[in-house]
Every structure is written in structure tokens, then in C-alpha cells.
């Protein structure tokens, strides 16, 4: 099995430096254009000497690269139980930036998920986002896997859909690697591409005959390549490119002329007019080409001066339009404005009154309840039946302290709640890179207890997949098996989600599928939270049920907006309609004329419909 196992002379050569080894080996070698990604693992089981041996050996074979834009490019993964990018393919086109980065790479440290970090490597790392060359460039992909271990899931079939897609990768295991691992991930020939290294001392003997695989004559020069316009050198072979404006035949030899504007990359933001061997592009009615070439802005008519608008003039693709400000209305001249009653021209949105004042209005709410943060609703009462679910957010990004802060805040929200079995019922969910039930709904039945409870939860730290929290909330957390009422009590269900950053899954599916389900999402953003996730967790209108606070010692402010949020107005329990606390004197009213009429019955049984007194009604 030639090619996994070292000889014994090699072994002589760890006497030297690898740096000086490499300046023994000649002047740098010449790939042709290349775009290499290296993949290391840094798992718990590399230790610090050794990983240091690495990166020296990463940095060494840099210097040996004819690195840069046009020729080969590097990238550099890290992975244990996850992955780490390092750098990507179109980062840096310098060696020494190269070099910084890999100096500063910290191991993760963790456990050994080589097929992940192949998985990522194919769909991330080769991206043309990332800096990979497009498939037509024909630019070769290479990958080179470093690992110490067997690996902690399946490698064969995702490295067979890496290769599939013409990445070449070699497998070099150090020390306690497992062969059978290394052999199914790597290409064809095997006695080419799996490396047995003996210890990381030793690693530098991969990258001297690895740098012998890569450098190879200038064919470009020695053969009659027969390219009708350039030729490019690759390891062991070359091939033709064409000039810009041009695309390579079916020969792979001779260039066509290419319609750039048909192929869709001119980037013209309206029209795309081909010219010769180029392109150029322009602009739709009403609009002028901008500095760039590409992009158009309307023109703006407005600042000719000639509009007679009384108020302000839009420019539109016709021309210029008079537009009146805010509580006035234009007039049939199409230039004048007049104020109007905004409480009968608007849709105001005032829960109970509206009044007009000048050019504005102000809401009014009931005797007894007050206008609420947003200046239209009125307040609700402390009563009321809610299943209310919280999802915290435990991701390491939020740390320690912060996270006693948000606990303190939702014992604030668990305060102005009015916890009880028959009341409000609340359960506590807490996610990261995993979801886990800090207690149920219908645990808990007083306020003192949900808030101890609260105290008591541990920070679960790691990452961000909110969509997964989202997911077990709406299959777990409102089941009646965790404490949630039927539906057919209508009792309101309401979700609090809480993040401080983007989410690493998706969110899209799991949030329009609570609001399916019923439930009313509201969401809290600290920080780095993403507005437009935020938003999208939220019911409608996200005004009412998005909050965001810049950090973590200002999240009281939100608190207010909450209160009138959370606490519905009516609730259902036991099949009975349940009104309004507010409505307290009417109930009590009726119930002491319900009373006084049965008492009234007892002492007089003649009296009752269908007795000796008065006939029945």
C-alpha cells in the first residue's frame, strides 16, 4: 500500500526545520491557477504541541505556493464538533495575511466530526461566495484533510458526493488515525492520496511530497497546446481559456463571441445593450445612469423648480406629482392643500375615541383604563387566562451575567401576570444549540413559585437555532400532556420568544406554523438580534409584538409595552365565558339581585313559576 506509510530516511529530514527543508527543496513551485482548502482537524485529542506542529506545517507549505488571486488560492477550515472557517478561498491574496490568520487560530477542542467539516467544505468552502473560481474556469479543486482520529460520523458518502463534484481530496491521518477512514474519503489512485504519518513531528513529510504532486512542468510551453487564445497550466495537464467577451467552443481549443447581456451577468439594473465584444447598459424612461454604469436613479424633476407644488412634489416615472403633508388633502388643482378632520380621513386606529387636534389627533380610552405605550390601545386587567410559553435564549453569545438579567426580566413579566392554575398558566423553555423544558405549563400554579424556578435555571451557553426552539414549542410545549388547556376552552395561547442574535437555522417554517396553530408570538430582541427575524417570529402588526432593546440593562423599558400586550381582555375556562374583570360591579350587581330573588323564593314557595301565587311568565 505505497503512499501510506513513511520510510525510514524520511524520518532523518525531521532533524531540520520545516522552513529550511522547503528552501532545500528549490524555488517555488508553479500550479497554474488552483483553489486549495485545508481542512484540520482540531479536536480535543490534537494537543496543544501537537496542533502547534500543524499550524507551523500549514504555514510552511504556504511558502512553497505560487499563492494569489490569479493563481492558487487558500482557504482553511477547522472542525472538532463543529466547523470553524478560518479564512475563505477569496480572503486574502497575500501569504503574509495568510499567515497572521493561521497564527491566530485558537483549537475548538471538541470532538472529531470529519464528515460535517467535508460537507461544509463542499457546499460553503468551494462556493463562489467564498472566493472558488466558477466550474467554466475549469479551475481545479483540491482538498486536503489532516486528522488525528476515527471520525464520530459517516465520511464515505458525502466525501463520494465532494469527489462527484470534482473536488480531489487527499487524506492525511497522524498518529492514532484510523486507515479505513482515511481511505474512504480520499480519490482515486488511494496510493496517491492516503497519507500515514506516524506522529505530528513527522507531518512535514506529507507536505514535501505533496508539493512534488502539485508542481509540474510549464506544458503551456513545452506542447503545441493549440488554444486559440490562452492556455492554462493545471497539476499534470493544461487547458484553454478564452479572452473576455468570449466563451471556449465545443473543440475546448477555439472562441466563440458571447451575447454577454444573454448571459445574465452584465449587471445592467435595467437594460442591457451588447456592443462588439462587450456590453453596455442603460436606463428605462424617467431614470439617468449612475456613476457606476450600471445602476439608475430616477431623475429627479422635482428640483427643477417649475412644480407650483403647495406642499412637496414626488418625482414619477410621468413626471413630477404634488403631495400634501400629513392632515391635509389635495385639492382638484393637483397643487393646493387643505387640513382635514383626521379622525374622520384616517384610519386612526383608536381602540375607543379619537379627537381631532389641528393637523394630528390623540386617542382617548375609558374612565377607569389608560392609554397604553403604542397611543391607541387602552390597558387591559391584571385578570386574565393565558397559556404563555417563553423561549429564552441560552446561546453563549449572551453570557453569564447577562443572563441572571434576563431572568430578573422575566420574573418582571411573571409580576404583572396573574399566575394561577385557573388564571395565568406559564412554561419556560430554554434553547441554544439545543432546546430544553426549564418546566412546563402546568407546573407551577402561583407567581412565587414560577419566579424560584425562574432563579433556578442553569445557562445552557452554545449556539443559536431559535428555529429549532420554535419547532418544540409549537409540537410540545402547548400539548395538554404539559399542562396546556383544550382549545375548546379558547383559552389564549402566547408565545415570548427571546434572542440576542441571528439564529444559525432556519426560522421561516416553525414561525408561520405557530401563528397557524393559534398561537400569538411576540418577539424580544437585545443587541444583535436581526430585525427582520424578529419580525418574522412576531403576529401581526409587528409594532405591537416586536420589542428591541440596544442592550441588556435597558430591557426594562420594554416591559410596559408588554403588560398591554400579554393579558387579553376575556378569557374561557371550564366551558363558562369568562368577562372582564373590568365589568367587576356589574357582576356583583346581578349576583345581588340573583340572590335576593332565590332567597326571596325559599321564604315564599307560592310565589315560584307554576305554584299557587302569580302565574309563571
Not at 501510506?4 to 497554474?32: D, K, N, V
Not at 460537507?119 to 467564498?130: D, K, L, R, T
Not at 399566575?419 to 430554554?430: F, H, N, Y
Request: with cysteine; net charge negative; charged share 25%.
Amino acid at each position: 500500500m505505497r503512499g501510506l506509510f513513511w520510510p525510514l530516511s524520511l524520518l532523518l529530514l525531521s532533524l531540520q526545520p520545516w522552513e529550511i527543508q522547503l528552501q532545500s527543496a528549490g524555488p517555488r513551485c508553479y500550479t497554474g491557477p488552483l483553489d486549495l482548502v485545508f481542512v484540520i482537524d482540531s479536536s480535543r485529542s490534537v494537543r496543544p504541541f501537537e496542533f502547534e506542529t500543524m499550524r507551523q506545517f500549514l504555514v510552511g507549505l504556504l511558502r512553497s505556493l505560487d499563492v494569489g488571486l490569479n493563481a492558487t488560492r487558500v482557504g482553511v477550515i477547522q472542525y472538532s464538533s463543529q466547523v470553524q472557517s478560518v479564512f475563505p478561498l477569496g480572503a486574502f491574496s497575500r501569504r503574509e495575511d495568510m499567515e497572521r490568520a493561521i497564527s491566530a487560530v485558537v483549537p475548538l477542542a471538541q470532538g472529531t466530526m470529519t464528515g460535517l467539516a467535508i460537507q461544509y467544505a463542499m457546499n460553503v468552502a468551494f462556493s463562489e461566495a467564498e472566493g472558488a473560481r466558477p466550474p467554466e474556469e475549469r479551475v481545479p479543486r483540491v482538498l486536503v484533510i489532516v486528522t488525528d482520529g476515527r471520525p464520530q460520523d459517516r465520511v464515505a458518502e458525502v466525501a463520494a458526493q465532494a469527489r462527484a463534484r470534482g473536488i480531489e481530496i487527499y487524506a492525511v491521518g497522524v498518529q492514532r488515525a484510523d486507515v479505513g477512514s482515511l481511505r474512504a474519503m480520499a480519490s482515486p489512485p488511494l496510493d496517491q492520496h492516503v497519507f500515514l504519518v506516524e506522529s505530528f513531528d513527522l507531518i512535514q513529510e506529507f507536505g514535501l511530497q505533496f508539493q512534488g504532486r502539485l508542481c509540474g512542468k510549464d506544458l503551456c510551453a513545452e506542447w503545441g497546446h493549440g488554444c486559440q487564445h490562452q492556455c492554462v497550466n493545471a497539476p499534470g495537464t493544461f487547458y484553454c481559456t478564452c479572452n473576455s467577451g468570449y466563451k471556449l467552443a465545443p473543440d475546448n481549443k477555439n472562441c466563440l463571441a458571447m451575447d454577454l447581456c444573454a448571459e445574465g451577468t452584465h449587471g445592467c439594473e435595467h437594460l442591457c445593450v451588447n456592443s462588439l465584444d462587450s456590453y453596455f447598459c442603460r436606463c428605462r424612461a424617467g431614470f439617468a445612469l449612475q456613476q457606476d454604469q450600471k445602476s439608475c436613479r430616477a431623475i429627479d424633476y422635482c428640483s427643477f423648480g417649475n412644480h407650483s407644488c403647495q406642499h412637496e412634489c414626488v418625482n414619477t416615472l410621468e413626471g413630477p406629482q404634488c403631495i400634501c403633508r400629513e392632515g391635509h388633502d389635495l385639492l382638484p388643482d393637483g397643487r393646493s392643500c387643505r387640513v382635514r378632520d383626521f379622525c374622520n380621513g384616517v384610519d386612526h386606529g383608536c381602540e375607543f375615541q379619537c379627537v381631532s387636534e389641528g393637523l394630528s389627533f390623540r386617542c382617548l380610552c375609558p374612565e377607569g383604563r389608560r392609554l397604553q405605550a403604542d397611543g391607541k390601545s387602552c390597558d387591559r386587567c391584571r385578570e386574565g387566562h393565558v397559556d404563555l410559553v417563553l423561549l429564552v435564549d441560552g446561546s453563549k453569545s449572551v453570557r453569564p451575567q447577562n443572563f441572571e438579567l434576563v431572568k430578573r426580566f422575566v420574573n418582571q413579566i411573571v409580576d404583572f401576570l396573574d399566575v394561577s392554575p385557573e388564571g395565568t398558566r406559564i412554561g419556560l423553555v430554554q434553547f441554544s444549540s439545543r432546546v430544553r423544558t426549564e418546566f412546563p405549563l402546568g407546573r407551577y400554579g402561583t407567581a412565587a413559585e414560577v419566579k424560584q424556578a425562574v432563579l433556578a435555571v442553569e445557562y445552557m451557553e452554545r449556539g443559536t437555532m431559535t428555529g429549532l426552539a420554535l419547532r418544540h414549542m409549537v409540537e410540545h410545549s402547548f400539548s395538554e400532556a404539559q399542562g396546556a388547556r383544550p382549545r375548546d376552552l379558547n383559552v389564549p395561547r402566547v408565545g415570548l420568544v427571546f434572542t440576542d442574535g441571528r439564529s444559525q437555522d432556519d426560522i421561516s417554517v416553525w414561525a408561520a406554523r405557530a401563528k397557524e396553530e393559534g398561537i400569538v408570538m411576540y418577539a424580544v430582541g437585545v443587541g444583535k438580534a436581526v430585525e427582520e427575524e424578529l419580525r418574522e417570529i412576531a403576529s401581526e402588526p409587528s409594532e405591537l409584538h416586536v420589542s428591541y432593546a440596544p442592550d441588556f440593562s435597558t430591557m426594562t423599558h420594554l416591559l410596559e409595552n408588554l403588560k398591554g400586550s400579554i393579558c387579553p381582555e376575556e378569557g374561557i375556562s371550564a366551558g363558562t365565558e369568562l368577562r372582564s374583570p373590568c365589568e367587576c360591579e356589574s357582576l356583583v350587581e346581578f349576583q345581588g339581585r340573583t340572590l335576593g330573588a332565590l332567597e326571596s323564593l325559599t321564604r315564599n314557595p307560592d310565589r315560584a313559576p307554576g305554584g299557587t301565587g302569580e302565574p309563571a311568565d
